[in-house]
Nanobody, 124 residues
Framework: QAELVESGGGLVQVGGSLRLSCAAS????????MGWFRQDPGKEREFVAG????????DYLDTVKGRFVVSRDNTKNTLYLQMNDLKPEDTGVYYC?????????????????WGQGTQVAVSS
């Protein structure tokens, strides 16, 4: 049974930092590119960051480039998202997901496994 469990969310002030983690189990982690998505109430879920199966390629939503860093540790089956200089518009539930491909995938339909999400709230 594939499982993804996010942690590390919380309440932070503008300009602060958080590090999200996503622990994977029940599937071969290295067979999957990984992604982070977020959703704010009343809005559609959006792609935030993606990473290829071996970590060699990453990509980001334009509004988080230069502030967020996605990484993975394949020895620990864990995905990370370091978020710096947080802004109120970064608020939302953050989900990690595994895509059925080795390369970064931007389409939510290509992601076969999803976590339950972790809440991030940035106060001004």
């Amino acid at each position: 049974q594939a499982e993804l469990v996010e942690s590390g969310g919380g309440l932070v002030q503008v300009g602060g930092s958080l590090r999200l983690s996503c622990a994977a189990s029940g599937f071969r982690f290295t067979d999957y590119a990984m992604g982070w998505f977020r959703q704010d109430p009343g809005k559609e879920r959006e792609f935030v960051a993606g990473i290829s199966w071996n970590g060699d390629a990453t990509d980001y939503l334009d509004t988080v480039k230069g502030r967020f860093v996605v990484s993975r540790d394949n020895t620990k089956n864990t995905l990370y998202l370091q978020m710096n200089d947080l802004k109120p518009e970064d608020t939302g539930v953050y989900y990690c997901a595994a895509a059925g491909s080795y390369a970064i995938n931007y389409s939510q339909q290509m992601y076969t496994h999803w976590g339950q999400g972790t809440q991030v709230a940035v106060s001004s």
